[in-house]
């Protein structure tokens, strides 16, 4: 953020007064995610952050009211490290889920391996599923935009993603309790 800010004012950088820094979120993948979650704790200047299957950082992530998504790849969303993130997102939160995928398929290695990564409708539909939701978060959560029906309902378009909205919790009892 220091770097942006420094380009972003510099009246010599091809990037001079080019970003608009109030709204800047964090999106990683795997160890990625984590660093996402993280990064939104320590880093104020941070609005948002999406996790595409992320490490779960357990005991590490703080409660948050930052608005938060997490995107799991096939996985056991609602994992004990997963109920544990979701129950320290106090603001806005959507969980979605890439069912029948792996955990390689929300990276760059799904255009890379022709075919050979598991998804559950087929490389371009997974992508776009992937780029329509993450679009979808950003453009409310950052851009100001009206709510999404992505963000509230499952998708014709999209059905083999599942959906966790902000008010639904999924979590085994057992789990619902963790400290906030």
């Not at 939160?93 to 029948?100: C, F, K, S, T």
Request: aromatic fraction near 6%; include cysteine.
């Amino acid at each position: 953020m220091n770097e942006l800010e420094r380009i972003n004012r510099q009246n010599k950088s091809p990037f001079f007064a080019a970003f608009d820094l109030s709204r800047v979120a964090l999106a990683g993948h795997s160890l990625g995610g984590l660093t996402a979650l993280l990064g939104i704790e320590v880093e104020p200047r941070f609005r948002a952050a999406v996790s595409l299957d992320g490490a779960a950082p357990g005991a590490w992530f703080a409660p948050t009211t930052k608005p938060v998504m997490m995107l799991v790849a096939g996985t056991d969303l609602w994992s004990e490290d997963n109920c544990h993130i979701w129950s320290r997102l106090h603001g806005p939160r959507i969980a979605v889920n890439l069912q029948d995928s792996e955990h390689i398929t929300p990276s760059d290695a799904i255009w890379l391996t022709d075919g050979a990564i598991q998804t559950s409708g087929g490389m371009e539909k997974t992508v776009a599923a992937i780029r329509d939701y993450v679009a979808a978060f950003l453009d409310v959560h950052l851009n100001g935009k009206a709510e999404n029906h992505l963000l509230s309902a499952p998708s014709a378009d999209h059905p083999d993603v599942g959906i966790t909205t902000q008010t639904q919790n999924q979590c085994p009892a057992a789990n619902t309790s963790l400290p906030h």
